[in-house]
Every structure is written in C-alpha cells, then in structure tokens.
C-alpha cells in the first residue's frame, strides 16, 4: 500500500487508518461527526497528499490544456483556478480536475488520486501533436488541507504571507513553516480554506502536520479524515469521481453544465455535448432527502414511478443538516425540485423527494 509523506503522522495522532485507492490513509481520529462539525464551525485538517499534480510546459501548454478540458481555460490569469473536466470523446468524465495558470506557458492540473496514472497516460496519448512537456510529478508532493472559519487565522500561525489577499480560486507562492509552497483558496468541505502544496521529505511533511494539528488546538481546529471529507463535501453538493460523475455520464447529466464552454477552441468530447446540449437530456444528477430517517446508501437502488431506473451515487446521514440526503440521477421530467420517488433499502422501497443543492450553503 502507498504512504503519503504525512503518513508517519496520523499514526502519531491515532488515527483509525484504511485502504483507499491503494493508499494507507486516515478515515477519522476523533470520529466522522465530530471532524465534520469542526470544520463548519472552526476547523479542520487533511492530509490530501494523495491527489495527482500534473505539470504542463511549453509554448503549446494552453492549447493543449483547452483541447483536453472542458472550461474555457483561456480565462485564466497567473494565480488563477480554474474546475472543469478532463473528457471522453462520447463528453464522458475521464476525470474532474483544477487548473493553475501558472505562467503563460505552465499549467498545474491537480487530479483524483484513483486516476492519476489513467490521465497522465490520456494527456500524453491524446496531445502528442503539440509542443508541450507533460510530467507526472505527484510523488514529489505532499498537500494539506485547512478547511473551516478559523482556517485563515491558523495558517497565518505558519507564514508571513497576508493570506488575506488570496482570493477564493486564486493562488500565491508562499512559505509555510520555512517551506516553499503554493497557497491556493480552495477545497472540498463547502467552508473556505487553503490547500497547500509543498515538496518536502516525509519527516518535514508529518513535522507540519502535527503542528498544524497543535496549534490547531488553540481555535478548536481538528486533524480530519476521509470520512468528514466525504460527509462535507456531499452537503456542499460536490462531485465525487467514481460516484457521482464517472466515463458513463456527461458534464450536462451531471449537471455541471458551467464548466462546459461550447464556444471555445475544438476539444475532446464537443461534438457530442453540443449536440445533447441542442437535443436535450434525459436524465440528470439531482439531491435529494429521504422523507423518513433510514439512510440511503451508494448503490441502493432508485424506482422512479415503480420502475428500477439507476442506483444513489452518493447518499449518508450529514451531520451538521442532521438529515439523510443523497444524489441519484433521474429522468429530466421527474428532475424537479418536490419530485417524489422511491428508494430500496433492504427489503422496502422509501419515498425521497428531489431538493435544491446545495444542501449546505456557508453564510
């Protein structure tokens, strides 16, 4: 099984550890609701350092970034994210990704763990005629994660940079505890936070963690694992590759539909969702809650007026709504917000109805 550079850590702070796309990580230290409910009230840290950073170069590093990806990453300036989709020819996920402009002429992609060796095979095979270096550099990094109201206040613990000039999507090189990082605005729990991307050798890695996780003592903050990402990123309605999105639903029945710009330079997958875009879609990615309080879990499946049509793709119990929701994809004509339909959990099938999303909304 891989280690993160942060792995000796957890061990340190006890974390409950588990297998997760061929990695040894946490899945909680203080348990799943507790980790979940620092982060939406002070906050929380992750060890991400099982996400793929992916470096693009050369003189044809944007039109090869433009014609693998969905969004229209001509809009990027140096210090600026980008979401959008790494796509099949049918508009079909190979996987969902951020973009940093890094220069005008280099590129960071940050991709799901269980797909770094699928995309970087998938760049490379795909953009073999332009002039650009594709590297698999995700061994040399670890990333952090600090999510939550007082994350701003706790990483300032750690850099001279004012944090507060970094704006939500936006990025700055920066040192963190004497290491040379990049520092972007982003996350995955739905709260504001940093994601901190630094290379360092396993001992200075779990060295920063702990402190983090020390000082983080001072403003109620928490070491958090996989399940509180899980649990926080389904109430902020964020896609989970492998549940949610995966190589057999579009962008547009995933209901990401802005981060697809159709009118931008040809890329992988255009035609097709041009043309679903012209026709109409027949199903979509919707949230829901259940009417009553059993949990419908991933792969139950979904009846839509009696008849078995798809499974949840994502669906727990959220502690901070403290209600149980989830996500299905539905028929468009049964997609509306109050729709009712039915799931089978164990030997019953359970009435939910279809909700606005997100679930959660930071204030």
């Known amino acids: 099984m891989k280690k993160t550079k942060i792995n000796e850590a957890h061990y340190i702070l006890k974390a409950k550890m588990v297998e997760f796309c061929g990695w040894d990580m946490p899945i909680q230290y203080s348990g799943v609701n507790t980790e979940h409910m620092a982060v939406r009230t002070t906050g929380g840290i992750f060890d991400v350092s099982h996400m793929g ?19 229209d990453a001509a809009k990027l300036v140096p ?26 002429n280099e590129y960071l992609l940050v991709v799901n763990a269980a797909n770094i060796e699928k995309d970087f095979q998938w760049m490379k095979k795909n953009t073999a005629p332009f002039a650009v270096q594709i590297e ?12 939550g109201p007082v994350s701003e ?23 963190v505890s004497g ?23 396993a001992a200075a890695a779990s060295k920063l963690f702990l402190a983090l996780a020390e000082k983080g003592e001072k403003y109620d903050a928490l070491p958090a694992g996989l399940g509180a990402r899980d649990t926080l990123r389904l109430e902020a309605k964020m896609a989970l590759y492998g549940n949610d ?43 829901f809650e259940m009417l009553d309080k ?18 949840v793709t994502s669906g727990t119990f959220v502690p901070f709504l403290k209600k149980p929701i989830g996500l299905a994809y539905l028929p468009v004509e049964n997609a509306a917000i109050d729709s009712e ?16 999303t997100p679930f959660y909304t930071k204030k």
């Open 53 to 71: 950073e992916i470096w693009f170069r050369g003189k044809d590093a944007l039109k090869t970034v433009q014609y693998l990806t969905s969004n």
């Open 153 to 175: 206040k706790l990483l300032s613990e750690f850099t001279d940079y004012d944090l507060s000039t970094i704006s939500y999507y936006h990025f700055a090189m920066a040192r």
């Open 294 to 311: 059993r949990i419908a879990r991933h792969g139950y499946p979904v009846y839509v007026q009696g008849k078995e049509f798809a499974t």
């Open 179 to 201: 290491l040379e990082a990049i520092v972007s605005r982003t996350g995955y729990t739905g709260e504001d936070g940093f994601e901190i991307y630094f290379r360092a050798d």
């Open 245 to 287: 999105i995966d190589d057999s639903h579009t962008v547009l029945e995933a209901d990401l539909g802005w981060i697809l710009k159709l009118n931008k330079e040809p890329f992988i997958g255009r035609d097709v969702l041009a043309r679903q875009k012209a026709e109409g879609i027949r199903r979509k990615l919707v949230g």
């Open 79 to 104: 210090g600026k994210i980008q979401y959008t989709a790494l796509l099949t020819e049918n508009g079909c996920f190979v996987d969902d990704l951020l973009v940093y402009m890094m220069s005008e």
């Open 341 to 356: 339909f039915e799931i089978g959990i164990r030997d019953r099938r359970v009435a939910a109805k279809v909700v606005k």
């Open 136 to 147: 698999n550099r995700s061994e040399e990094y670890a990333q952090i994660a600090v999510q």
